[in-house]
Nanobody, 128 residues
């Protein structure tokens, strides 16, 4: 059974940092691209970042580029989202997701329907 479990969310002041983790089990990790999404109240789920398990290549939404960084630890079957210089508008529930593939292809990353598996999410709240 495939499971994605996020952790690391919390309350932080603007300008602060958090590192989210997504522990993955039940899949062959090298065959997936991992995505990070967020959803604020009354808003649609929004693409944040993606990383290839196979190549480690990453891609970011313009809104987080230069502030967020995704990485993976193959030994721990875990992907991370390091979030720096957080802003109140980053407040949302953050989800990790997995979709089949090896390469990060920008035109395919934001489509939630392309992802096969989702985690339950972790709340990130940034106070001003």
């Amino acid at each position: 059974q495939v499971q994605l479990v996020e952790s690391g969310g919390g309350l932080v002041q603007a300008g602060g940092s958090l590192r989210l983790s997504c522990a993955v089990s039940g899949v062959t990790f090298g065959s997936y691209v991992m995505g990070w999404f967020r959803q604020a109240p009354e808003k649609e789920r929004e693409f944040v970042a993606a990383i290839s398990w196979s190549y480690g290549t990453t891609y970011y939404a313009d809104s987080v580029k230069g502030r967020f960084a995704s990485s993976r630890d193959n030994a721990k079957n875990t992907v991370y989202l390091q979030m720096n210089n957080l802003k109140p508008e980053d407040t949302a529930v953050y989800h990790c997701a997995a979709k089949s593939g090896h390469a990060v292809v920008p035109g395919t990353l934001a489509d939630v329907n392309r992802y096969d598996y989702w985690g339950q999410g972790t709340q990130v709240t940034v106070s001003s």
